[in-house]
């Protein structure tokens, strides 16, 4: 079993930043990919990006230039900076990884972007 646990989020202005970090434990053997998607009230789960073992990322194009993704493969975690952020950032943000077959979620962390 393998557990994701984010961190990270809360609330923040109108153009200011902010790190969440994920980081996965428990029986891992290969985690393939990381990646973190986000939830707004109302809508669907979308994507925010991605990240492979090998360090390759790819990104939803309303976050290219803004979002960051990084990863430490020696700590199992992965990393979103979020910079310039708006108003409609505000969603519950998500982390997952496919490890081995499997594909695990974290708990979520909120994101609120407001004045």
């Known amino acids: 079993q393998v557990q994701l646990v984010e961190s990270g989020g809360g609330l923040v202005q109108p153009g200011g930043s902010l790190r969440l970090s994920c980081a996965a434990s428990?029986?891992?053997?290969?985690?393939?990919?990381m990646g973190w998607y986000r939830q707004a009230p109302g809508k669907e789960r979308e994507l925010v990006a991605i990240?492979?073992?090998?360090?390759?990322?790819n990104y939803a194009d309303s976050m290219k230039g803004r979002f960051t993704i990084s990863r430490d493969n020696a700590r199992n975690t992965v990393y979103l900076q979020m910079n310039s952020l708006k108003p409609e950032d505000t969603a519950v943000y998500y982390c997952?990884?496919?490890?081995?077959?499997?594909?695990?979620w974290g708990q979520g962390t909120q994101v609120t972007v407001s004045s």
């Open positions: 990240i492979t073992s090998a360090g390759n990322a």
């Open positions: 428990g029986t891992i053997s290969v985690i393939y990919y």
């Open positions: 997952d990884a496919l490890v081995g077959t499997r594909l695990y």
